[in-house]
T-cell receptor
Framework: GDSVTQMEGPVTLSEEAFLTINCTYTATGYPSLFWYVQYPGEGLQLLLKATKADDKGSNKGFEATYRKETTSFHLEKGSVQVSDSAVYFCALGGAGGGNKLTFGTGTQLKVEL | DAGVTQSPTHLIKTRGQQVTLRCSPKSGHDTVSWYQQALGQGPQFIFQYYEEEERQRGNFPDRFSGHQFPNYSSELNVNALLLGDSALYLC?????????????FGPGTRLTVT
């Protein structure tokens, strides 16, 4: 079945450091890929998405490229801020028809001054 | 523009009881999905409703059931509660169930089973 594997956290970085959160997937068909963010006490928010191979999703300085050859969708940001502290979820959708989402276990990011 | 709303915010139930959670989709959306998020885990898909019918279902027992109303709002019912049902229950809405993959999530209902 469909699955998503992302790097375990927590990840602790200093402000302005470079961020990479790894995500790989297994799916049938041609899924869309997503990164969602969950701030403390809040629901999930869509951060970015890519719907086909080689697409790059970007938002708020974050970006991720849909790599079909390596089945990966790694999240990157050049300079993190304290306000980026949250839990980040990689997800795939639409692989078998419909738009249900399959999520990874989440990676907690903590950014310190 | 109202986003996805869920009620109640928190709920405490006893093993064996039944619970009903409610969700109103984002304005203009017609598809509602429910997810269970255990502590420290990613959300797990329970089922999805479109045109008042269950369209897709995840790997959850029949104790989990749902309904969608003509105004697109939805309920999630869980019977014979188990301690393991304690989790954050998330509702997500979208426009359509196939090509419109972008889902908007509500803040969730925190269910505690004692």
């Amino acid at each position: 079945g469909d699955s998503v594997t992302q790097m375990e956290g927590p990840v602790t970085l200093s402000e302005e450091a470079f961020l990479t959160i790894n995500c790989t997937y297994t799916a049938t068909g041609y899924p869309s890929l997503f990164w969602y963010v969950q701030y403390p006490g809040e629901g999930l928010q869509l951060l970015l998405k890519a719907t086909k191979a080689d697409d790059k999703g970007s938002n708020k300085g974050f970006e991720a490229t849909y790599r079909k050859e390596t089945t990966s969708f790694h999240l990157e940001k050049g300079s993190v801020q304290v306000s980026d502290s949250a839990v980040y979820f990689c997800a795939l959708g639409g692989a078998g028809g419909g738009n249900k989402l399959t999520f990874g276990t989440g990676t907690q990011l903590k950014v310190e001054l | 523009d109202a986003g996805v709303t869920q009620s109640p915010t928190h709920l405490i139930k006893t093993r064996g009881q039944q619970v009903t959670l409610r969700c109103s989709p984002k304005s203009g959306h017609d598809t509602v999905s429910w997810y269970q998020q255990a502590l420290g885990q990613g959300p797990q898909f329970i089922f999805q409703y479109y045109e008042e019918e269950e369209r897709q279902r995840g790997n959850f027992p029949d104790r989990f059931s749902g309904h969608q109303f003509p105004n697109y709002s939805s309920e999630l019912n869980v019977n014979a509660l188990l301690l393991g049902d304690s989790a954050l229950y998330l509702c997500a809405s979208s426009l359509g169930d196939r090509d419109s993959y972008e889902q908007y999530f509500g803040p969730g209902t925190r269910l505690t089973v004692t």
